[in-house]
């Protein structure tokens, strides 16, 4: 197995990029993904890298390029953060409706304002609706693992999608942890050459972003929409394969101690290490707590959802970003829909918690759990969500 | 022979709606578009090819006789022609349907 090596996360993450033999990087530096940005730069203008390192003028530019590059069949990487995401916002959209499989990295960073550099899920999920696969990661590793998963994931002929992997920023983006690094054998095996479905080549002229009128947009959404549904399977298939080269199991829906509970957590990202602390505590004073994480938040894993709740009667969903004047966090709402008219449909709270870096700690997400155990003797309506810890 | 948009379902579509036949725009018929459709008088028309140069859409032909006319099929009945030319010797007229 390849060797352990103590190392900040975004460094790690740059590295895993190169492992990658990305052949294109186009990026624009922003707060706080610019380490993995800066560390690409780097391995680039060292000749470590052989790769084109193109140093955009803007976000809206760095995911055009990225759609020059893919479109040509070359293997492309970017990231970015917050309003980086905002400015490049429309072009996300056509990466994943011209099937271009770029992977992005998303060091998730709230939405101003007020101007914040610090971390939630405002951003990710402001692109809910984008058509890219997208997972999160709790830890580096799972950082490391996941950029290796989103390129095979994306380049394979079955998907043909882009894929971000969200890294909580700071918190993941700026710590430095062991990371276990592939040996470069092991990522050549499980990552082929790319080979695309479509290329842009004089010899074999297409046109790629034509014009859809009324009679064929649906048409269009509606093969979209599939496409990102049928990944599934295949995103499944490289997270077993991965498993049985490095030893590492990711599954789209995620538990721990979740056997027996009545009650459990819902998490996304890394605050799920901490939901972990608070689960052990409360299991050691016998309450019966799980947890689940989402690994993979599109295509949404109904099945896989619905299997982990089965018998729960309370779930207590963690949202990091907002819906204004909505029915609770885009989490929360989500799993209130999804659970809509299934039997013995649990009880939903929904707490949105660590907006901005706010940090949270077990003790709070065990005051949560209590919250939710008198709560839910009352009535819980879809529409009821708490700004945890916020001053009256 | 592609089959026509309204006879094609979504599973028919290629990956990303990528088109494999290069310059199949020009079947679309931008004609469709045209409420109004220039008309030229021969008497004043001095066969400049103003028109021919400004239309942007190609949808102006040259006759054998060197005079111009539009080609129906694209010409949107913009009236840039009209706009552009020396010597007034186009009109626009509306479609009667």
């Not at chain 1, 092991?186 to 842009?200: A, M, T």
């Not at chain 2, 090819?49 to 005079?67: L, N, S």
């Amino acid at each position: 197995m390849g060797k352990k090596i103590g190392i900040e996360n975004s460094l790690a993450a740059a590295e895993a990029v190169m492992m990658a033999n990305v052949d294109v990087v186009a990026a624009y530096p922003i707060t706080p993904q610019t380490h993995i940005v800066e560390h690409l730069s780097e391995l680039v203008a060292d000749g470590e890298l052989d790769a084109e390192f193109i140093p955009v003028e803007s976000e809206h530019a760095a995911m055009s390029v990225c759609c020059g590059s893919s479109a040509v069949g070359a293997r492309t990487f970017t990231c970015t953060s917050s309003q980086g995401l905002a400015l490049m916002n429309e072009i996300v959209f056509i990466a994943a409706s011209l099937r271009l499989p770029i992977v992005m990295i998303l060091a998730n960073r709230s939405l101003s304002g007020p101007l914040s550099i610090w971390n939630d899920h405002t951003d990710v999920m402001s692109i809910r609706d984008c058509g890219w696969i997208q997972v999160f990661t709790e830890n580096g590793q799972e950082v490391f693992d996941h950029i290796m998963f989103a390129f095979r994931v994306a380049e394979s002929r079955r998907v043909s999608l882009p894929v971000i992997v969200n890294m909580d920023g700071f918190i993941l983006t700026h710590v430095i942890e062991p990371i276990e690094y592939w040996d470069q054998e092991i990522v050549d095996k499980y990552l082929p050459e790319f080979k695309p479905v479509n290329v842009l080549d004089p010899d074999h002229p297409v046109s790629m972003g034509t014009f859809g009128m009324p009679g064929i947009f649906t048409e269009a959404k509606k093969a979209q929409d599939e496409a990102l549904i049928n990944s599934k399977p295949e995103l499944i298939r490289a997270w077993q394969e991965m498993g049985d080269l490095v030893g590492r199991h990711y599954r789209p829906v995620e538990t721990n101690q979740s056997e027996g509970a009545e009650t459990v957590f819902l998490t996304m990202g890394s605050s799920g290490e901490t939901v972990s602390i608070a689960v052990d505590e409360l299991r050691s004073q016998g309450k019966p707590v799980g947890q689940i994480k989402l690994r993979l938040w599109r295509p949404f894993p109904f099945e896989e959802f619905r299997d982990a709740v089965r018998g729960v009667k309370r779930i207590i969903v963690i949202d990091r970003a907002i819906s204004y004047g909505g029915p609770g966090g885009p989490l929360a709402s989500e799993i209130r829909s999804l659970l809509y008219k299934e039997d013995n449909m649990p009880v939903v709270t929904n707490f949105l918690c660590g907006l901005a870096g706010r940090d949270v700690t077990p003790e709070n997400y065990i005051d949560m759990y209590n919250r939710t155990e008198k709560l839910s003797k009352g009535k819980v309506r879809e529409e009821d969500y708490i700004f945890y810890g916020v001053r009256e | 022979m592609i089959k026509s948009e309204e006879e094609l379902s979504w599973k028919d579509l290629h990956v990303g709606c990528v088109v494999y036949e290069p310059g199949n725009a020009s079947r679309y018929k931008s004609g469709d578009w045209r409420s109004n459709r220039p008309v030229w008088d021969k008497e004043k028309c001095i066969r400049c090819g103003v028109c021919y140069i400004f239309c942007p859409d190609m949808a102006i032909k040259k006759t054998d006789e060197g005079y111009f006319e539009n080609d129906l099929y694209y010409c949107k009945g913009c009236g840039i022609c009209v706009q552009e030319c020396i010597t007034g010797c186009i009109k626009m007229v509306e479609e009667e349907e």
